[in-house]
């Protein structure tokens, strides 16, 4: 682990600060998940730097309300039309 020294508003202080290790981690993972979603690094990747397993990752984003998946309806819809279409063309 290393410190840095970050500007932050005096307000933010208080919450900047964890209590305990759950809230350490809640915090930097919350440091991490913009560049999961902007794919900068995957959610393996991100796992490995937090000391994870990827799926615990998954389980603590899906606990904060974050979503694994960013697809909305419509291109879920669309993708297992695909996956339908493929299966019948193999048969």
């Known amino acids: ?3 840095v020294q970050i500007d932050i ?3 933010l202080l208080p ?3 964890p209590k305990d290790a759950r809230e350490k981690l809640v915090r930097n993972a ?3 998940f913009p560049f999961i979603q902007d794919e900068t690094i995957s959610y393996g990747r991100a ?3 937090l000391s994870l397993r990827k799926m615990e990752l998954i389980e603590l984003y899906g606990s904060l ?3 694994y998946f960013h697809q909305t309806k419509e291109e879920l819809e669309e993708d297992l039309q695909n996956i339908k279409s493929v ?3 193999s048969l």
Request: overall charge negative; cysteine-free; hydrophobic content about 55%.
């Open 30 to 32: 919350m440091i991490i």
């Open 15 to 17: 919450f900047a600060s």
């Open 87 to 89: 299966m019948r063309q």
């Open 47 to 49: 796992a490995e730097i």
């Open 65 to 67: 309300g974050l979503p």
């Open 1 to 3: 682990m290393m410190n």
């Open 9 to 11: 508003p005096e307000a």
